[in-house]
């Protein structure tokens, strides 16, 4: 089997660098940037395949996210649960992978996981659970060191993370019943985890801002304004409708 290369834009200047340098056969958005709806627009104009994290999202999020990819173009469409706690030692409660069969059968479309959590038995249990992708930080050698080093696994790791996932759908398996399982299949739960989750949103997501002077009687416009972090001024769904304003 071959690796596909891809890559997860932050703004719409990263696709058309990624169109002509790279030619993806599909893209990636990261939970940061379900909000980002010149993005979205502008990764569905592609027509290619889009994974899309959901760590943040409402179910209204979510809806509207689905709504902005199919209307510009994009038909393919996976959505991944994920718990952006981002820890060696997660909170098992909060993993709650029942939202993975919930994603598809709410919203019609290909589920998985995205784990950024450390080991490989939380993704073994998504599987097992019905997740058809599982996202993980790999990294060469955890000493190597960097902000995911600690939660990223290693090639070895890897490895044998794909072989128990490929042994679990070869055969009844009782990973289901295992007590990890138990604590993590949890509940259907969309929106931020716990209240760490949801000051992360705020700050990594994006929102408007103006990024150069803008005079007095002067409209916004493309030049003058942009959707980037924190997120916590006006949403980026009001970005189109303010273009143009004085």
């Given amino acids: 089997l071959g690796i596909i290369l891809f890559s997860t834009p932050f703004d719409e200047s990263a696709v058309d660098f990624l169109e002509k340098k790279v030619n993806p056969l599909i893209y990636k958005i990261s939970s940061y940037e379900t909000n980002h709806v010149p993005l979205l627009k502008k990764v569905a104009k592609t027509k290619k395949p889009i994974i899309i994290s959901v760590g943040f999202s409402t179910i209204s999020d979510i809806r ?3 709504k902005i990819l199919k209307e510009n173009g994009t038909s393919q469409i996976a959505v991944l649960h994920c718990v952006t706690a981002y820890s060696s030692k997660p909170n098992l409660t909060d993993i709650n ?3 993975i069969s919930d994603i598809a059968n709410r919203f019609r479309v290909v589920a998985g996981f995205s784990d950024n959590n450390g080991g490989v038995e ?3 249990v998504a599987a097992a659970f019905g997740a058809s992708i599982v996202e993980k930080h790999l990294i060469l050698e955890r000493s190597m060191g960097g902000p995911d080093a600690s939660f990223s696994i ?3 790791e890897f490895k044998a993370m794909v072989k128990q996932i490929r042994l ?3 055969k009844e398996t009782d990973v289901l019943e295992t007590s990890l399982a138990k604590k993590v299949i949890g509940k259907v739960k969309y929106g ?4 760490t989750e949801a000051y992360n949103g705020r700050r990594f997501s994006q929102s408007v801002f103006a990024v150069s002077n803008v005079k007095k009687d002067k409209p916004f416009t493309a030049d003058n304004i942009r959707c980037i972090r924190p997120g916590d001024g006006l949403a980026p769904k009001y970005y189109e409708k303010i273009i143009g304003k004085l």
Avoid: D, F, M, V
């Fill in 154 to 156: 290693e090639p070895h």
């Fill in 168 to 170: 679990n759908a070869q």
């Fill in 64 to 66: 509207c996210a689905l």
């Fill in 192 to 195: 931020p985890a716990n209240s």
């Fill in 122 to 124: 939380i993704p073994i």
């Fill in 97 to 99: 992978l029942k939202t």
